[in-house]
């Protein structure tokens, strides 16, 4: 029986009772769950098969961004349907938002139309809490109450904009324009991290040519049949990254 130590909306992540590659027991595993959640929680549905194509796309784009990107991750390997063996990292309570288009909240709030291309990649911070509503939060803010430091933001930064170009490039090989997506980070070994994953659930990602959704607005919008929005995100990325 595996120890569950946290039960999130999605996901819930199980000790690893296991060895990892350095002998130690100190690796984690991530079940990706059916469940699937708008408004923090406040449109909720269980949709079978989710689970498993969130993982599967997470696990390719975290092989990609190592590979491509020099991107460091806690993703160790796939051990099971919708499950990753990830190494443990103390998670920065802190939503890295990255924004190529106006589109959800961003739109709403500055009155910008969904779709318009933006004149620069936009970097957001938000904290994490869904008591709170994942407020944003500036620099100054983040630092004033320790949730992070000034040169722990800069190589989240760093980090988000190099993930952003990687993905833009990979996605464009898959016929898919990457509208926004949401980064979580942690510690590890005096590193930080990308952690967590990359899916449709935390990405916008719209078909290039018609604009179709293929995320998770299918749910939010009530725009129908998210597992095949899911599977044709995982479909296209099978094959573009080899290119």
Known sequence: MKEALIHGKSKIVYQNHGHNENGS???????????ITAGNGAKKADIAGKGRLNAEIS??????????GGIASHFIQAVGDGEMLVKQAEII????????????????????????????VIIEFCRKSDELGDPMMNESQITAIGLASVAELDEMR??????????????????????????EFGRC???????????????????????????????RHDLGDVLKGYQEVLDRLQYARYF
């Open 25 to 35: 027991d100190t690796s984690l595993i991530i079940k990706f769950t059916d469940a």
């Open 93 to 120: 309570p802190i939503e890295v938002i990255v924004r190529n288009t106006a589109a959800g909240g961003f739109s709403r709030k500055y009155g910008v139309a969904e779709g318009t291309a933006l004149d620069n």
């Open 59 to 68: 696990q390719i784009l975290f092989e990609y961004l190592a590979d491509f």
């Open 158 to 183: 760093r980090q988000a904009l190099r993930i952003n170009e990687v993905l833009l490039q990979l996605f464009s090989h898959a016929n898919i324009r990457l509208v926004d997506f949401k980064l």
């Open 189 to 219: 070994g005096g590193q930080i991290i990308l952690c967590d994953e990359i899916s449709p659930d935390s990405c916008r990602l719209w078909d290039a040519e018609t604009g179709e959704r293929l995320d998770k607005d299918r749910f």
